[in-house]
């Protein structure tokens, strides 16, 4: 089989990114853009974001996550601490996030350390979840194989039994990871592949240096 995608080809013409006009603290530009492209109305889940890990066999993976805050420490996700990712994280905390938002021309790279975050913060998230979602948290042993569909709905209906009208505790081997940045890479497409990178880098001070890279 054969495809050649050689003609697919777009100019970048939306916008510029100009040590001018960039933000001083990396999380407040990216504060800014994420703004932008909510208002933008183009991407349906601008908070969706790729987690990529290095997995215990030396390979990296990488997968989609949603985004649940950010503050000036970092980004949060939800998942489970026992799945792929979760092993990966704590064999090794390094961790890259990205974000791609092809409407706005725009990407950013974040490289980083992802710690749990405090119990109880894990607990007012998860308390605030529906209760569907809450008991898929627990029905699946999230990344392990699994003989069928039909088995995740047997446990999910028997779940469905036991917490009728009942609060569903959050299982100790869930809950969020806060991703604090070492290095956040803004990219924003230009025309004739002149694209704009700056790169926001934490130094020993906890200043942040910029560097624009070549494209
Ligand atoms: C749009 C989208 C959002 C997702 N959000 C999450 C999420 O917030 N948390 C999560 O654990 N998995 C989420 N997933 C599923 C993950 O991509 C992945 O399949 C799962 O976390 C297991 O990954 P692992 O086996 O590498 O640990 C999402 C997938 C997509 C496509």
Redesign the pocket.
Known sequence: MQKDLGNYRKSYEKSELTEASIKENPMEQFQKWFHETEASDGVD?PN?MTVSTIGMDGFP?S????M?KFTFEGFI????YQ????KAIAANPAVCLSFFWPNMERQVIIKGTAEKIAENLSDGYFESRPHGSQLGAIVSD??EVVPSRDYLEGKLRELEQRFEGKEVPRPNYWGGYLVKPVSMEFWQGRPNRLHDRIRYTLQEDFDWKVERLAP
């Open positions: 889940e969706a993976k997968r989609v996550v949603l649940k996700f939800y998942t489970n799945s792929e990712k979760g999230q990344s």
